[in-house]
């Protein structure tokens, strides 16, 4: 397997990539995937018309930071001349790569015709494509795509043809349909197809939760690259596990106590980054510090502890009585077996 792969002239290395996951992987997500070997991150998803209108949140939505590079922003929206106009905004942020979301299957996106709603219009889709190639300059503009819009119009190859045509410098493939939404299985099929279908590289997104299904998708897709969504969901060793295993190196999952140094980490680091009180900022890590704590014995109660966290003391004392908790389930266990 080729260790790296070329988008326009960025160079990014073929482990796995971190998913653009709006009101989830902020800054403080992505410099934590990254800290773990994330290949790329890309941006929350920004309104092209809203930062035409100057949208005050353009500004923390577009800005990257070393730390993040390779970085990727993504626009979303259904008006080429609106694309083209906020492409050229957002190159004064200096993204790697611009990135057109036409794969977000919810309703508040879709319903102004943007998203995956672009999936019904190949020409539009093309259009929206070549306009923000052309404001791009030398900056490669990517799409990500679902595989198509309800099961009986699947058309994922047939748009990654066209935008290949009006320029696309690469493609992310979500492997279900806009109805799916998160539901069902990724359909692996469809992205082999698509990566058949165009010369440029082709990203691979859905249900990658482990290394396993990461090369599972490799193997079955043949992809360029696979991209991790939800599966990363307090969980930024995946990277470090998806990079070992296509090393052919062992892979030592975190201890307990490494997770919940980790999750008081990546909070302090959401509390540095936002420029809002503390209480705000932990009030936003809450779900962050709950998905930390999945799969563990008893992290049900922990969870719903999680969503009631106001301060950074108080995620200090709870990391600490759920090691506490672990520890005590394994010592249990030990003294059973002896």
């Known amino acids: 397997m080729n260790n790296n792969i070329t988008i326009g002239s960025v160079v990014l290395k073929k482990t796995a990539a971190l998913a653009p996951m709006a009101g989830v992987a902020d800054r403080s997500y992505r410099l934590m995937c990254r800290k773990y070997g994330a290949a790329y991150t890309v941006s929350e998803m920004v309104s092209a018309k809203g930062i035409c209108y100057s949208d005050k949140k353009t500004a923390e939505l577009c800005t990257v930071t070393d730390g993040e590079r390779p970085m990727g922003i993504q626009l979303f929206g259904s008006e080429p001349d609106f694309m083209a106009e906020a492409v050229k905004i957002v190159l004064d942020y200096k993204p790697d790569i611009i990135d057109i979301n036409m794969g977000c299957p919810v309703p508040k996106v879709v319903g102004t015709g943007a998203g995956s709603f672009l999936m019904r219009d190949v020409l539009l889709a093309s259009e929206i494509t070549e306009a923000a190639v052309k404001a791009a300059g030398n900056v490669p503009v990517t799409v990500k795509l679902r595989s198509g819009w309800t099961a009986d119009s699947v058309n994922a190859a047939e748009m990654a043809r066209a935008l290949e045509n009006s320029g696309a410098a690469a493609v992310t493939i979500h492997g279900r ?153 394994m010592h249990k266990k030990i003294d059973k077996t002896s």
Request: glycine letters at 6%.
């Open 177 to 329: 349909t806009r109805d799916q939404f998160y539901s069902g299985a990724a359909d692996l099929r469809i992205i082999a197809e698509v990566k058949k279908a165009v010369s440029i590289p082709v990203i691979g997104n859905g249900d990658v939760t482990d290394s396993e299904s990461c090369m599972k998708m490799y193997h079955e897709t043949g992809c360029d690259l696979v991209m991790v969504g939800r599966g990363s969901y307090g969980n930024p060793f995946i990277f470090e596990e998806i990079d070992a295993a296509l090393d052919g190196r062992e892979y030592v999952p975190p201890t307990v106590e490494e997770r919940m140094r980790v999750m008081l980490e990546h909070i302090r680091m959401m509390i540095t980054n936002s420029s809002k009180p503390e209480e705000l900022a932990v009030h936003e890590a809450r779900k962050h510090a709950a998905w930390y704590m999945n799969g563990y014995y008893g992290s049900a109660k922990f969870r719903a502890k999680c969503y009631q966290l106001s301060s950074y003391s108080e995620a200090e004392e709870l990391a600490e009585k759920f090691i506490k908790l672990q520890n005590d389930k």
